[in-house]
Structures are given as structure tokens and as C-alpha cells.
């Protein structure tokens, strides 16, 4: 099957300047989650949505960042104004639900975004 | 949601087994442990998921005692292809979705 798509895979933009990011979940996946990746560290969840519905967007800054998920598939993320900070790897993942219990999130290849 | 703790990084050589422990003192009752593998400039994998006990797929083994307070990853006879940094996620999945956060992981390199 095919995987989470992503795109694009690699953004330089300059600081206050706006960019969005664009993922396709795997066809079925309910919930789709975007994480921010900076170097050294682990993925940090930004937002999760179930189908078209938000379900913990508690670490999103609001002020700069926006998401959604129209038709409960594609999603986009949207950062206005980038600042140096920014700058890290965006991360789609989408989930469901096995008959077993086992929950896996699979995720994307990222997009490595560049502030300047 | 409970925190982990393991090493920041572990160093091995081919054909050895690597044991890498996670610590969740405040692991909750409905919690599960995941780990996932990430190799750079990619996302993270999938490896392995347990509630309790032992749990062994085709990549590696899940140990996680009756406490649950910890569990180990164990990665049978490693080899170059495995220096990857991996993580311990501990959370509720029994809800649709789940949330699961990552901690810093831990970096194992492989040598020849």
C-alpha cells in the first residue's frame, strides 16, 4: 500500500515570511497527526485530527500556525510569519486501528523547512 | 501521560544483542509501550508494541516486567543497518487515535 506522502520534501524560506506544508495520509486512516522535529530531539505533536475533527492541537502555536484537514483526508499545515525557530523537520503521520489492538502511527518522509 | 527515561546513546558491534531499557515509573494502568525506529532524514518506524510480559516479532523481543515501571527493547545480532535512534512511547491507545509523546530516544550506533 502506499505510504504517507508528503510535500515538499525540503522549503528555505526567510524569517516572517509564510509557508504551508502538504500531506497525504495513507487511504483508510482516521487520525492524522503533524509533528515538529527540530535537530537532536524527538518529534513533538502539533496537532491530531480525527477524520476532519481536531483532537489535541495543545502544543499548535496558534498565533503563527494553523492546520486543518478538509474532507477528513488530505492536510495541510501552514506556518505566517516564520521565525529562525521554526526552522526543523514537519512530520505527517496517520493511524488506525487494527482488529488486535495494535496501534501504529506511519508516518511521512517530512518536510525539512529553513529559516533564514 | 507518563515520562521515560533511556540512555542517549549505546554503542554495539555487528552480530551482538543490544538491550535497550526504558524507564516509565508513572506508567498507567490502561498505558501501552511502543518503540519506533528512526533513521536520518526519515520518519519514524513502527517497531514493536506490548501491554505486559514478553511480546517478540521478526525484528526484535519486548520485555516488560510485572511492575511495567520499565521494559527493554532487545534487538537479536545487530547489524550496521540497525544504528538508527529509538524511542520508547508510553500511552493510552485503547482510545481511537491515541497520543503518544517522544522522548529525546536513544542513538544506537553499530559498529563493524
Known amino acids: 500500500e502506499a505510504g504517507v506522502a508528503q510535500s515538499p520534501r525540503y522549503k528555505i524560506i526567510e524569517k516572517r515570511q509564510s509557508v504551508a506544508f502538504w500531506c497525504n495520509p495513507i487511504?483508510?486512516?482516521?487520525?492524522l497527526y503533524w509533528y515538529q522535529q527540530i535537530l537532536g530531539q524527538g518529534p513533538k505533536l502539533l496537532i491530531q485530527?480525527?477524520?476532519?475533527?481536531?483532537?489535541?492541537d495543545s502544543q499548535l502555536p496558534k498565533d503563527r500556525f494553523s492546520a486543518e484537514r478538509l474532507k477528513g483526508v488530505d492536510s495541510t499545515l501552514k506556518i505566517q510569519p516564520a521565525k529562525l525557530e521554526d526552522s526543523a523537520v514537519y512530520l505527517c503521520?496517520?493511524?488506525?486501528?487494527?482488529?488486535?489492538?495494535?496501534?501504529?502511527?506511519?508516518f511521512g518522509p517530512g518536510t525539512r523547512l529553513t529559516v533564514t | 501521560l507518563a515520562k521515560t527515561t533511556q540512555p542517549i546513546s549505546m554503542d554495539s558491534y555487528e552480530g551482538q544483542e543490544v538491550n535497550i531499557t526504558c524507564s516509565h515509573n508513572n506508567i498507567a494502568t490502561n498505558d501501552y509501550i511502543t518503540w519506533y525506529q528512526q533513521f536520518p532524514s526519515q520518519g519514524p518506524r513502527f517497531i514493536i508494541q506490548g501491554y505486559k510480559t514478553k511480546v517478540t516479532n521478526e525484528v526484535a523481543s519486548l520485555f516488560i516486567p510485572a511492575d511495567r515501571k520499565s521494559s527493554t527493547l532487545s534487538l537479536p545480532r545487530v547489524s550496521l543497518s540497525d544504528t538508527a535512534v529509538y524511542y520508547c512511547l508510553v500511552g493510552d491507545i485503547s482510545n481511537q487515535g491515541g497520543k503518544l509523546i517522544f522522548g529525546q530516544g536513544t542513538e544506537l550506533s553499530v559498529k563493524p
Open positions: 487511504s483508510g486512516h482516521a487520525t
Open positions: 485530527f480525527q477524520n476532519n475533527g481536531v483532537v489535541d
Open positions: 503521520a496517520s493511524s488506525y486501528r487494527d482488529r488486535g489492538l495494535r496501534y501504529e502511527q506511519y
